[in-house]
């Protein structure tokens, strides 16, 4: 039984967050949304970390 | 070129969104460089350290005298896993925390001041001290948690210390915005911090199948909770960082991070498949194993889609090293869900299959991961040297060492697991694992070469230049693959905020869930069971054979030697009845071990002579010629006949491994069948062919297959060297290197004839009483051919009727009648009503030469009732009956007419 229950709530799971994620497209961008702020996060690093070449 | 697609850019455009207050960057030049060094040189220190115990560990098997003179085997092995796992992985993961957290989170971690005393922590109150007990033989049998108590209390300590560092910058932002990398360092460290305690201490105070089963969680929660999401993370970060895109997908990300950590803590008892842990139980883990594979492929797949572009061979090291992490990723995790499988379990457990798996997880995916983050976070320090020539090189000396030393296991276990499963002599495994372990052992070279070329090149060459090589790197793949950078969403919906707290809830509670299945729940079930079945009086160890059982632990015999007879058919076989949960339900902490070198010692009681246990811990290659054990000196006072009191009470400790069975029967059998109803897994225990079928076991005599020599007789001389030649000597003269250790002394077969039928006796039983023990794990033809080269050995004079045989005939009816029989077949009237320990010899079916007799009359035979008749007989007297001897012995020929 334990087992079954394993089995239908891991399918349930995915199959709802698949789903919201395929069907409500705000859902969708707000779920990738992360990746691009840490995306910018990273340039943002990079670029204070970049020698200012305004310094004499 | 085409048009990179990610997986939130199928719908239509979206304006720029301007980032709120609190989502802009606040990410500064790195402020923790020191502590990023420090932990980045203690890691590769621990690395090198770690390895060093390792190729110690692995030389035992090529070179079984060598680390005997060192540290015993167990130890090294225990300071090599904790080394890795601890010390290198715990330093490096940390390392990269200190680069990755600030940027991830936006936020500084907590304090530099409790940095330092993290690092001392980690490194001077955990890692060294570890060490230093294990090797001084503190620790606890326990896999993955070798360390003692005293040091896992610290370990918990430095758990939170390192919670309270690194995870309050996540929490000062929502979770909506989380980075999938940030959502497994905080999953990684909150739950290490909740697995770590469960995995360490509860096995300590749990007995038997029940602490297993605890055991098994931590095995994989070691794997699962701490070391996989610590490196996921790293490839989240790198990946991204170094291609310059964001990640293919982080709906998958996020799918396999929740995945992941919902299934990951159900794995754990597949580590014990088969064993006495409710099958329920079992069945759990093993449906377990097979999603969480599914879970690795989406994890996996969305890790290869953010890698395109940039190759497997990307120019970035570091993006390298991930790619290739990535990549074992999978090949681990998928071998697992096949392990997992019940089928290829029973060929596969216990064997270097999960060796090769081991490495491939630690030493693989782990490592290479880590490597990937320390190298991802030296290549923005300013002023860290960076030696690009000796990074690249060592890319390749380190993966070639690595495939070659997982491939290598991979087969020897495919090899290990047949021949066990054909019922081979166990010795056929260890000689034909001899290749694959030199291969195992020379695939050190290329790692630790490749290890110390890394560590040179992050400590040697001009500063800055991992940076320029990491722009270089970076402008490539954007050629290849440009960023689409206008894609940015709007902003994040309030339920989705609301679902990651809910997951994280749900998180928590199913590791709770986990625990409460795999770990309480057969504990329960089991302690039903032991009250059922177990006899109401259950022996309990001595205080000699407790300090045994200590013994036995710090020298990690556990992990060579199981105890644990698994419910399959090969296992009972070889071994006897399959062990049942009352069995150990007295062994605190549990020893059922999960990996096989030499066999398993369930029913080890009994089964050899104390002579033969401390010959064998002495110089085990006396008594057992191909033996790769090492040898326990230590426990001597320079003689297997001078044992110490270590030596006596871890022979005492093995002489009760299967004793509470033994006494149990055959009362107890029925009992057990009346109470245990219908469970099949009980039944197939109780109705084992034999209980105890170890097949060196001495029996009484009889029930000898008849043996017919099928086999070439250089086969025979092979089976006499791998076998026999330690105590009876090269040519069978009785004095191999293990003959002086023991009463009676091996027999000078030169001195012998002996009768077919009664060698064939002898061979398949055993001399009971002495330490020839059976050999039953041989086929008939196998023995048979040995019969041959025993009956070769003999040197002796033609039989000849001279002398004064009705002299003799009068003095052996006197004297020797009683035991030897008045027909002289060994069987007189003493033997059954005596305890006569060794069965006295029977003259019709061994003759001895005049000179042999001459002087057993004379001296008798050590070790036996068979007594110096040297002052009560006359000379003439003692001729007469060793002429009379001569008269009794009836030749194959002559008894089968």
Redesign the interface.
Known sequence: M??AL??YG?IA??LS??ML?WLK?????????????????????DS??EPDESDP | MSEVL???TV?AP?PP?R?REH?R?T????TYSALIRAHGIAAFTALMLAVAFGILASLQFVLPELTSEIASWGRLRFAHTQGIMLGWLGNSFIAFLYFAVP??S?RPVTSEKLGWFLFSLWNFGVLLPGWLLVLNGYSQPLEWAEFPLLVDAVMIGGLSLAAVQFLPGFFSRGC??????SWYIIGGLVFSLMSFPMGNIAPEFIPGAAGAAFSGLWIHDAVGLFVTPMALAILYYVI??STG???F???L???GF??LF??YP?NGTHHYIYSAIPM?TQ??AI??SS?LGMVVVVVVSNLMLSLRGAGWLAKDPALRFASTSVLFYLIVSLQGSAQANMGFSQTIHFTDYVIGHSHLAMLGFATFAGISGLLHAWQ?L?DAPYHAGAINASYWLITSGITVMVSDLTLAGLVQGELWNAGAPWVASLRASEPYWIIRTLSAIPITTGFGLLFYGLLKGPKGAG?RELAEAKVAINQVQP?N?S???????K??RMSYIAASVAGVTFFIFSVS?LGLLPKSTLKDQIEALAPVANLELTVSEHRGRRIYAKEGCAYCHTQQIRFIDADIERFGAATLAWEDSMETPHMLGTRRIGPDLSRAANTRTGQWHFAHLFAPRSVVPTSIMPSYQKFFEGSPTRPRQEALDLVAYLNTLGRSRELAWPEGEIAMREATGNDQWTLMSLDARQLNAHPARTRPRGNAPSLQAQTPAQEGRRLWAQNCKGCHGEDGTGDGPAAPWLQPAPVNLTEHEYRSDLLADILWNGVYGSSMPGWRDHTPAQLAALIQVVQGFSDIEPSQRAGNIVLGAEVFQTHCSGCHGEAGNGNGSAVANLPIPIPPTDFTRERLSMAASLRILDQGVDGTTMAPWGARLSADEMHAVASYLQTLYQPEKEASE
């Open positions: 334990i087992s394993i089995v891991t799971a995915v967050y698949s994620y497209p705000n859902w969708r961008q707000s779920v990738e949304r992360p990746k691009h702020i840490f995306q910018r996060q990273l340039e943002a690093y204070r970390q | 990610y997986a939130d719908t979206i969104l980032p989502e960057p990410s500064s030049p790195i940027i991830l936006g909506e915005t989380l980075y999938v990398s991204p960082a895109r964001p990640v997908s982080h709906f990300s996020m799918l929740w995945g919902f299934i159900l329920a069945t759990v449906l377990a999603i923005k300013d940076a960023s950078s894609d940015s969403p709007q902003s994040p919906l339920a989705l299945l």
